[in-house]
Structures are given as C-alpha cells and as structure tokens.
C-alpha cells in the first residue's frame, strides 16, 4: 500500500464517520482509528453531522497525536459580535469565480438568509447563508483558504 492510498483512506475514514479501519496485509498492518467522539452541532436548515479527526496508527508505532489549534481571539471586544461558522470542511472561497466581485465586504449590512460565501467540499459548491442580520465587522478567513467544521469566517455586529 502506498502513501495515496494510505491518504484516501484516512480520507474516506473521516467523512464517512467510521471510528476505525483496519487492514493487514504480508509485510505490514495498519490500522487508522478516530482519536475523539463525534461531535454534534444543530445548525439551521441542515441536519447534524459527526465529525472526527482520524490518527494513524502503522504497527508496531504508537498513536499518532494530533492537536487542534483554537482560533486566536479578535483583538476587540468581541463580547457584543456574533460568530458565523463553518459548517462543514472545505475550501473558503468569498465570490462565486474569480470575476465575481466579493459576496460581502467588511461594513456590508447582511440580512438573515444572505450568502455570506461559498465552500467547495469534493468539488461541490455550497453558497453559506447568514443566519442572522447585522454588519459584518471582520473577516476572519484569507480568500481560497482551508477551513475545519465549526471554523470561525465572519465576525457579525448584530443590528
């Protein structure tokens, strides 16, 4: 088995929501294991999905750790703003091609229901909607970048 293979299965074990995969061959085992629970989230409009992050595990090596970096926090007072997230893993795209102007800016008003972005998961296109009304204050995510699940983009200034 070789690298690609071994990275489109830790693919293939993180969508698909399976806590473990084992496969042994003649010269090697290799066994990818979920190193958290699923997590739920209840968004709007959408049903809950499980995430996970998978580990490799090769024997006869120990688990690999992997850590989460958390979001460094806004330097404003942030208290009053509210977070639109990510609800999904993806690419984070802020118009809908290249030469298209920005879905919103920093100052822009947003209605609830109003795309905000858009994010390219498995080479579909999902346009993500505000689901509150407010001014966007800070964009929290470079154009064309990863995001995670649960991933801060927008910080919202409710009106």
Do not use: H, W
């Amino acid at each position: 088995m070789d690298i690609k293979q071994i990275q489109e299965l830790i693919k293939f074990v993180s969508r698909s929501g399976v806590n473990e995969v084992s496969i042994e061959q003649e010269d090697f085992k290799i066994t990818i294991k979920t190193n958290q629970p699923p997590v739920y989230q209840t968004q709007t409009a959408q049903q809950i999905q499980p995430v996970s992050t998978p580990a490799i595990v090769v024997a006869p090596v120990s688990p690999v750790e992997t850590k989460s970096v958390p979001a460094p926090p806004a330097k404003d007072d942030s208290s009053t703003y509210i977070t639109i997230k990510s609800p999904m893993i993806g690419t984070f795209y802020r118009s809908s091609s290249p030469d298209k102007p920005l879905l919103v800016n920093v100052g822009d008003e947003i209605k609830a229901g109003q795309v905000v972005c858009i994010i390219e998961a498995m080479k579909l296109f999902n346009e993500i909607e505000s689901e509150i009304s407010g001014r966007i204050v800070k964009v929290l995510v470079d154009n064309a970048s990863p995001v995670e699940y649960d991933q801060p983009l927008f910080l919202v200034e409710p009106i």
